[in-house]
Each structure stands twice: as structure tokens, then as C-alpha cells.
């Protein structure tokens, strides 16, 4: 989930060189989301460290679409003759 909360946010765990600033970094987001959303985060602890997950609340994805249409009209004249 750590992975995913620095995605949401444009980074990677390739963009720290200590897993303790990555940490850090992720804690720093999450409180930032408190903050701004008024709700209380809360982590799912597991034995391995690398396993616990965190609990942060994003916005929903909406998904807006606009098509732009570009119209180009060619005319011409050409005559044919018999000649080659």
C-alpha cells in the first residue's frame, strides 16, 4: 500500500534511498490526507513491515471526456485530356 499511496502522490520507493525516509514520505501523505478528508487513518500491522497496510482516503476517479473534431474540406479541379 505504501507503494500505491506514493504512486497516487507521483513518486516510487525508487525515489528514496532509505526505507525509513520512504516511511517518512508515506506518514507525511497520509497525515496531509487527515488533514484535508477530517477522517483518522489507522494501519493494518503485520509481522513483516513491508506487509502492514495503511488506510488513506483519495478522491474518487472521475472521469471527464472531451473530443476535439477538426473538419478540413479540400475541393479542386483537375481536366483530363486524352494526351499522354
Known sequence: ?????????G???LHFKTEEREL???M??????EELWKYRSTTADHRLP???RFFYK???IQKCE??????NKFSGEM???DKA
Do not use: C, K
Open 1 to 9: 500500500m505504501r507503494a500505491q499511496i506514493l504512486q497516487f502522490n
Open 11 to 13: 513518486l516510487s520507493p
Open 24 to 26: 517518512d514520505v508515506v
Open 28 to 33: 507525511s501523505l497520509i497525515r496531509e490526507s
Open 50 to 52: 513491508e506487509l502492514t
Open 58 to 60: 483519495t478522491v474518487p
Open 66 to 71: 472531451s473530443m476535439d473534431v477538426i473538419e
Open 79 to 81: 481536366q483530363l485530356s
